[in-house]
């Protein structure tokens, strides 16, 4: 396979026509898109989605109700648009969810909604509420919501933290996969190419690490650099260079008794500008097919991080963290809580898989690890 024939016409035409790798790629944009413009595409657009109205916790997908806001007494310095596209807008309000209102002097007087067919009257100043200035279409600051996917059992909108927390799985992907590209490629490149010694020792290194289970040694990184966001990209990017490192020290070995990379050394070319120039770019192929399974693989790696809480922290949302907190409600009657983010990484790990395996068609290469 030639350097310029992974941007050719014949390439995309045969990815195109893979139905399987169009559903992948439309899920990895749509997915892509909730991330960048998650907290203006989401219900709640507070920091971490982390809105909690005890009132309503654990309520069924399609749950709606009134919610009364109330003016915060304190002052809230309200970011920019891109300072909210980063971490969202802090909420001006607080929120009581009612069943009914009325007015009575110079207090609104509400039925609090407690539970299911439970209330009690509260009163409360209009110097807390905002009065709208047509009377005829709301005169008080009462706006009725609709929880899509129910909420969890802090009352959170869980459509808003599965939608923020597509920004975390992608992230821990994109990060991961950029760690491992760039350590596997280079060890491998150089193994591979210098053979000899230099191929003993980083094969001896590599199966150091093979031999240790992924999740121990992510457990050992995660210990050492302790728990939080940014630790889990490193932690999962340092665990996923063997794959590639093998891939590629295998396609080097072959490509680098070619004719052309003999004419390169005969003609005095440098090493470095031999690998860089003359032999990566042959061997992108197998590379890109195993990165789009490492993005998959960083996913279920994450979510399994932060299910056992060594991972994302709260209030930060992530998938796995979603289902650890929901996960005894599965004998419930309310399921749903924490199957969604289950079903959330399942479709998005799917994609990616079906994304790889087009690209593997379509590139018409052959894994060998």
């Not at 490509?255 to 032999?279: C, K, M, N």
Request: avoid cysteine; aromatic fraction near 10%.
């Amino acid at each position: 396979m030639s350097a310029g024939s992974l941007g050719n016409t014949g390439f995309m035409q045969r990815l195109l026509k893979n139905k399987a790798a169009i559903f992948g790629i439309a899920i990895i944009i749509i997915a892509f898109i909730f991330a960048v413009f998650a907290y203006f595409i989401a219900p709640d657009g507070s920091p971490n989605a982390n809105r909690i109205i005890p009132e309503i916790a654990n309520q069924k997908p399609g749950f709606s109700i009134d919610l009364l806001r109330l003016n915060k007494q304190v002052d809230i310095n309200q970011p920019g648009a891109f300072g909210q596209l980063l971490n969202g807008k802090e909420d001006v309000y607080d929120y009581v969810p009612i069943v009914s209102y009325r007015r009575q002097k110079d207090s609104i007087v509400v039925m609090k909604y407690v539970d299911e067919g439970i209330s009690e009257r509260k009163a409360y100043p209009l110097s807390k509420v905002t009065i709208n200035s047509a009377p005829f279409l709301n005169p008080y600051n009462i706006v009725h919501q609709k929880f899509w996917l129910g909420t969890d059992k802090f009352g959170r909108d869980i459509a808003s933290r599965l939608i923020i927390g597509t920004r975390v799985s992608l992230s821990v992907g994109l990060i991961a996969v950029i760690i491992s590209l760039t350590i596997g490629i280079f060890l491998g490149a150089i193994a591979g190419y210098f053979k000899g010694r230099v191929d003993d020792i980083i094969m001896w290194l590599i199966n150091v690490i093979w031999s240790i289970p992924t999740l121990l040694l992510v457990f050992a990184i995660t210990l050492l650099l302790g728990k939080g966001f940014w630790q889990v990209f490193i932690a999962v990017g340092l665990t996923m260079w063997v794959n590639v490192a093998r891939l590629v020290r295998g396609q080097v070995l072959a490509v680098r008794e070619l004719e052309y990379v003999e004419a390169a050394r005969a003609l005095g070319f440098s090493h470095t500008r031999i690998i860089a120039l003359h032999i990566l770019p042959n061997i992108l192929g197998p590379v890109m097919v195993i990165a789009a399974g490492n993005f998959a693989s960083a996913i279920v790696i994450e979510a399994g991080l932060s299910f056992l809480g060594v991972g994302v922290q709260p209030p930060q949302p992530s998938w796995g963290l979603m289902i650890k907190e929901n996960y005894n409600f599965i004998i419930t009657n309310n399921p749903m809580l924490a199957l969604e983010p289950g079903l959330a990484i399942m479709l998005l790990v799917l994609a990616f898989n079906l994304l790889g395996n087009g690209l593997r068609d379509a590139l018409n290469v052959k894994e060998k690890l």
